[in-house]
C-alpha cells in the first residue's frame, strides 16, 4: 500500500481538516460573545441608541458563527470513535474527564442562556437580560480552558498512571490536569489570540461601512473597540507566546528545534525572519536573520545554547528507542512564521488605527440626513495626513479582518504537527492511536463526505455574513428602546413576534 494513502496519514488528514476548519469559529465565538455584551453594557449604562443598534448587529453576527461552530464541532468527537478508538480507549479516562466538564458546565452556560437572550429581548428586564450575555460570554471561555487543558495533556501528560493490565493510562489527579502550566500558558496565549482575532473583525466590518460612508456612528464606535481589543489581544498574544515558547522548549525540544529548522544546536541560536533553499535538508540559506533571538525564546538569555534537530533526535532514540522523531520539518518552520507573521501585522494595523483615530484629530464633517446636513465627527486621520490615506486604511483593515484567522490556523497546525510522531508526548505514538479494523476506503470516503460537507457550510456561512454586514445595524423599534420591566414582559398580547425576529 502507498504509505501516502495508508489509513493512518488519511485520518490525520481528515482530522487535520475538520479541526482548522472548527477553530476558524472557535476565536471569533469567544470573542465576539464578550464584545457584544460589552457593548450591550454601555446601553444599559448609557441608554444610547447607538449601543443598542451595535449590540443588534454584532449580536447577529455572533449568532451566525456560533450557530456553525457548534455544528462543526459536533464532528470531532465522532472522529475519536471512528478513526482513533484506540487512541479513545488508550486515554479515554483521562482525556474524557475534561470534555465531559466542558459539556456538563460550559456547553449548559452557552446554550441555556444563549437561548434567554435571543428570545428575551421582550420578555426580559434589561440587566438580567444584559447578564444571560455575560453567562453566554463566560460558558465560551470555560469551554475553551476545558478543551485547552485536554490538548495541554496530550502536549505534556500529567496526572495519570499507566495501568499495565488494561493498557490504558488512567487519571490520578484532575486538578493537575487542569492546572499544570503548560494548560495555563496555551489558554493564556488561545484567549489573547481569540479577541485579536475578534478585534480585527470587528475592524474590518466597520471599516467596510465607513469607506462607504453609512452607519457612521455605529461603525465609528465598533471602529474604535475593535481597534482597541487588536492592540491588547496582539499584545497579550505576543507575552503569552513567549511564555507558551520557553514551556515548549522545556517539555518539546524537538519542537523549538524544528520551528527554526536548526538541525545543528548553537550558541547564540538565531531565528530567521526568511529562509530559502531545501530547510527539510539542513541546507536552507538564510536571508533574513536576528543573532540570538532563538535563545531569548527559549531560555530568556541571548546567549544560550539550543540544542538542534540532531541533537534532540539521538537524545529521544536514548530516552524512547530507535525510531525517527523529527515532525515534518517545511511545515514546523513555515507554520511558525505564518502563525506570527499574520497575527502581528494585525497588531501592527491596529496599533495604527489608533494613532490615526485618536479624539484630537476627528475632524467636524457634515452628513445629509434626508433634506437636512447635520455635524457630526466622522474618523479622519491628522490633517495632513490627508482623506487618501484614510481610504488606504480602510482598504486595508477591511483585508486584514483575515489574517488572525490565518495565524490561528497555522498556530494550530504547528502545535499538533510539531509533536509527531507523538499523539501523546512520550506516551503514545500516532501510528499506535488509530483504529485497527477501519480500511483505506472507509478513511478516504468520511474524509471525503466530511471535506464536501464544509464545504457547502463554508458557502452558507460566508453568504449569511455577507447578508447581514452589508445590511448594517438594524433600525430600533419602540419596543427595543423601551424594554419590559420584569420577567415575562410587560405586553400580555400572546400574538407578539419573537424578539429574534429583529
Request: charge should be neutral; proline fraction near 5%; aromatic fraction near 14%.
Amino acid at each position: 500500500m502507498d504509505l501516502a494513502l495508508a489509513p493512518e496519514t488519511l485520518a490525520r488528514w481528515q482530522f487535520g481538516i475538520t479541526t482548522v476548519y472548527h477553530f476558524l469559529f472557535v476565536p471569533l465565538t469567544i470573542s465576539l460573545a464578550a464584545l457584544t455584551a460589552g457593548l450591550q453594557t454601555a446601553w444599559v449604562r448609557t441608554e444610547k441608541e447607538k449601543y443598542l443598534r451595535a449590540t443588534k448587529f454584532w449580536g447577529k453576527l455572533f449568532l451566525i458563527n456560533i450557530a456553525m461552530g457548534v455544528v462543526t464541532g459536533i464532528v470531532q468527537e465522532f472522529q475519536f470513535g471512528m478513526n482513533w478508538s484506540d487512541y479513545s480507549r488508550f486515554v479515554g479516562d483521562v482525556f474524557g474527564a475534561p470534555l465531559a466538564f466542558e459539556a456538563l458546565i460550559a456547553f449548559f452556560f452557552e446554550s441555556t442562556f444563549i437561548g434567554l437572550w435571543i428570545f428575551g429581548w421582550d420578555r426580559l428586564p434589561k440587566k438580567i437580560h444584559l447578564a444571560c450575555m455575560w453567562m453566554v460570554s463566560i460558558g465560551t471561555i470555560l469551554s475553551a480552558y476545558f478543551i485547552l487543558a485536554a490538548n495541554s495533556w496530550m502536549q505534556h501528560p500529567v496526572g495519570y498512571k499507566i495501568n499495565e493490565a488494561r493498557g490504558r493510562a488512567e487519571l490520578t489527579d484532575f486538578w493537575l490536569v487542569l492546572t499544570q502550566n503548560t494548560a495555563l500558558a496555551q489558554a493564556f496565549h488561545t484567549l489573547s489570540a481569540a479577541f485579536l482575532t475578534g478585534g480585527a473583525f470587528m475592524v474590518g466590518i466597520s471599516a467596510f461601512h465607513l469607506l462607504r460612508k453609512k452607519h457612521i456612528r455605529e461603525m465609528k464606535t465598533s471602529l474604535r473597540l475593535g481597534l482597541v481589543t487588536v492592540a491588547i489581544g496582539g499584545l497579550l498574544t505576543a507575552v503569552s507566546g513567549d511564555v507558551l515558547g520557553k514551556i515548549m522548549y522545556e517539555q518539546q525540544p524537538m519542537k523549538m528545534a524544528a520551528a527554526e529548522a536548526l538541525w545543528d544546536g548553537e550558541a547564540p541560536a538565531p531565528f530567521s525572519v526568511f529562509a530559502y533553499g531545501d530547510v527539510d535538508e539542513g541546507h536552507n540559506k538564510v536571508a533574513i536573520e536576528i543573532p540570538g533571538l532563538l535563545s531569548f525564546l527559549a531560555k530568556d538569555d541571548f546567549s544560550s545554547f539550543v540544542p538542534g534537530i540532531h541533537d534532540v533526535q539521538k537524545a529521544e532514540e536514548a530516552q524512547f528507542g530507535p525510531g525517527d522523531y523529527r515532525p515534518n520539518i517545511p511545515v514546523a518552520y513555515w507554520g511558525f512564521r505564518w502563525m506570527i507573521g499574520f497575527g502581528m501585522t494585525s497588531f501592527a494595523i491596529g496599533l495604527a488605527g489608533l494613532w490615526m483615530t485618536r479624539k484630537k484629530f476627528l475632524l467636524p464633517q457634515h452628513l445629509r440626513v434626508g433634506d437636512d446636513e447635520v455635524p457630526h465627527l466622522v474618523l479622519l486621520p491628522k490633517k495632513a495626513l490627508g482623506p487618501k490615506l484614510t481610504k488606504w486604511y480602510w482598504r486595508i483593515a477591511i483585508w486584514t479582518l483575515a489574517f488572525p484567522l490565518i495565524a490561528n490556523s497555522w498556530g494550530w497546525i504547528f502545535t499538533e504537527m510539531g509533536r509527531q510522531p507523538w499523539v501523546v508526548y512520550g506516551v503514545l505514538k500516532t501510528r499506535d492511536a488509530v483504529s485497527p479494523g477501519v480500511s483505506q476506503g472507509e478513511v478516504l470516503t468520511s474524509m471525503i463526505v466530511f471535506t464536501a460537507l464544509y464545504a457547502v457550510l463554508a458557502v452558507i456561512e460566508v453568504k449569511l455574513l455577507v447578508k447581514y454586514i452589508k445590511a448594517g445595524p438594524p433600525e430600533l423599534t419602540e419596543s427595543d428602546l423601551n424594554p419590559p420591566t420584569k420577567i415575562g414582559g410587560d405586553s400580555r398580547d400572546a400574538d407578539k413576534p419573537m424578539a429574534f425576529s429583529y
